[in-house]
């Protein structure tokens, strides 16, 4: 029994030995095991965080569908019809980009002869759109758009538009948009008659800025517009618009009772009936050293037409007379009552 105990004891020992290594003691043993649980636990964390990230993402995802099928509704409603060929989400982890190609627009009752007439619809086809939100930044929607995009009625292509880079941003939705900015990089309008192009209109840039007005009341909004153009040309409208020209204007919408979707026809006749007007409160046109600056206020009349006064200073009016052929109607004798009309002063 002696040698059995002995023997028993130098086994253990032995094995405390082997384990522990020379010099360990039972109490650093402990220290050890208590000393190694951290550095497991920022592993764990970013495992469990990445899970729950991943779980967030494809749920948001799952809810860009419902969410842009809902915003599709309401626009149908409304005669303006959004289909894709094919609409996939993407973007993890950090974005959702939802990219729809073969995209095309279908416009019916947007304008008055559509509504009176039940013309069909005008459809327009567009290449593929990109819309691009960050996880962090829901509201925040940035779309690029691919050229060109065909204008077509009854089947027939009317109009092609083709841009090198077309990008926008609207800030706000789904709620009220809040501002909205939309940009073109060398756009070109050409009509289409007999399977053959001709040019209307080109520029080099185009800028369109809207906004909500500060302090304007949430059930009469103000919007607020800044309208950019860059080496602009018109064909077909008048020979002096053919040279390049730049713009800049700013106007004040007043009028608008909500952002709910409508066809444009009864937007515009709610705005008539608020008495809505657009106030250019700054303008500016330079072709050369040609410059005209003008202001004033536009409104509709109950026909849908314009209806208003533009206050316009021209410097380097004389070369504008050759153009607009006064100089010819004063030869002709034109009465000075018509002159007054086309250009005061003359």
């Given at each position: 029994?002696?040698?059995?105990?002995?023997?028993?004891?130098?086994?253990?020992?032995?094995?405390?030995?082997?384990?522990?290594?020379?010099?360990?003691?039972?109490?650093?043993?402990?220290?050890?095991?208590?000393?190694?649980?951290?550095?497991?636990?920022?592993?764990?964390?970013?495992?469990?965080?990445?899970a729950a990230?991943?779980?967030?993402?494809?749920?948001?995802?799952?809810?860009?569908?419902?969410?842009?099928?809902?915003?599709?509704?309401?626009?149908?409603?409304?005669?303006?019809?959004?289909?894709?060929?094919?609409?996939?989400?993407?973007?993890?982890?950090?974005?959702?980009?939802?990219?729809?190609?073969?995209?095309?627009?279908?416009?019916?009752?947007?304008?008055?002869?559509?509504?009176?007439?039940?013309?069909?619809?005008?459809?327009?086809?567009?290449?593929?759109?990109?819309?691009?939100?960050?996880?962090?930044?829901?509201?925040?929607?940035?779309?690029?758009?691919?050229?060109?995009?065909?204008?077509?009625?009854?089947?027939?292509?009317?109009?092609?538009?083709?841009?090198?880079?077309?990008?926008?941003?609207?800030?706000?939705?789904?709620?009220?948009?809040?501002?909205?900015?939309?940009?073109?990089?060398?756009?070109?309008?050409?009509?289409?008659?007999?399977?053959?192009?001709?040019?209307?209109?080109?520029?080099?840039?185009?800028?369109?800025?809207?906004?909500?007005?500060?302090?304007?009341?949430?059930d009469h909004?103000?919007?607020?517009?800044?309208?950019?153009?860059?080496?602009?040309t018109l064909?077909?409208?008048?020979?002096?618009?053919?040279?390049?020209?730049?713009?800049?204007?700013?106007?004040?919408?007043?009028?608008?009772?909500?952002?709910?979707?409508?066809?444009?026809?009864?937007?515009?006749?709610?705005?008539?009936?608020?008495?809505?007007?657009?106030?250019?409160?700054?303008?500016?046109?330079?072709?050369?050293?040609?410059?005209?600056?003008?202001?004033?206020?536009?409104?509709?009349?109950?026909?849908?037409?314009?209806?208003?006064?533009?206050?316009?200073?021209?410097?380097?009016?004389?070369?504008?007379?050759?153009?607009?052929?006064?100089?010819?109607?004063?030869?002709?004798?034109?009465?000075?009552?018509?002159?007054?009309?086309?250009?005061?002063?003359?």
């Open positions: 029994a002696g040698t059995a105990r002995l023997w028993s004891e130098t086994t253990a020992d032995l094995t405390k030995f082997i384990v522990q290594g020379p010099g360990m003691t039972d109490t650093t043993l402990v220290l050890r095991k208590r000393r190694l649980w951290p550095v497991f636990v920022m592993p764990v964390l970013v495992v469990v965080a990445a990230w991943s779980a967030f993402w494809f749920y948001a995802a799952s809810q860009v569908d419902r969410t842009v099928d809902a915003w599709r509704a309401r626009e149908a409603a409304s005669g303006r019809i959004y289909e894709c060929a094919k609409r996939t989400v993407a973007g993890f982890p950090f974005r959702l980009e939802v990219h729809c190609e073969g995209a095309t627009v279908s416009l019916k009752s947007q304008t008055a002869d559509q509504a009176a007439a039940q013309t069909p619809p005008v459809t327009v086809s567009l290449g593929d759109i990109l819309v691009v939100a960050q996880i962090y930044t829901p509201k925040l929607l940035i779309a690029e758009f691919k050229a060109p995009a065909t204008l077509s009625q009854r089947g027939q292509p009317e109009m092609v538009v083709n841009w090198t880079t077309a990008r926008s941003s609207i800030v706000g939705l789904p709620g009220i948009p809040q501002r909205a900015v939309i940009v073109f990089d060398n756009p070109a309008v050409d009509r289409i008659a007999a399977s053959v192009q001709a040019p209307v209109a080109r520029a080099k840039h185009v800028e369109l800025h809207g906004r909500i007005a500060e302090g304007s009341a949430a909004p103000v919007i607020e517009t800044v309208f950019e153009l860059t080496g602009a064909q077909g409208i008048h020979p002096l618009l053919t040279e390049p020209f730049d713009a800049n204007v700013h106007a004040m919408v007043r009028g608008l009772k909500d952002f709910t979707p409508k066809p444009w026809p009864v937007r515009f006749r709610e705005l008539q009936a608020e008495g809505g007007r657009v106030e250019i409160t700054q303008s500016r046109i330079q072709q050369g050293d040609l410059i005209g600056i003008a202001a004033g206020s536009l409104g509709l009349t109950a026909s849908g037409h314009l209806d208003g006064e533009l206050q316009m200073t021209v410097a380097g009016f004389e070369k504008v007379i050759p153009a607009l052929g006064i100089d010819k109607m004063l030869e002709e004798g034109v009465p000075q009552a018509t002159l007054d009309r086309l250009a005061p002063g003359i």
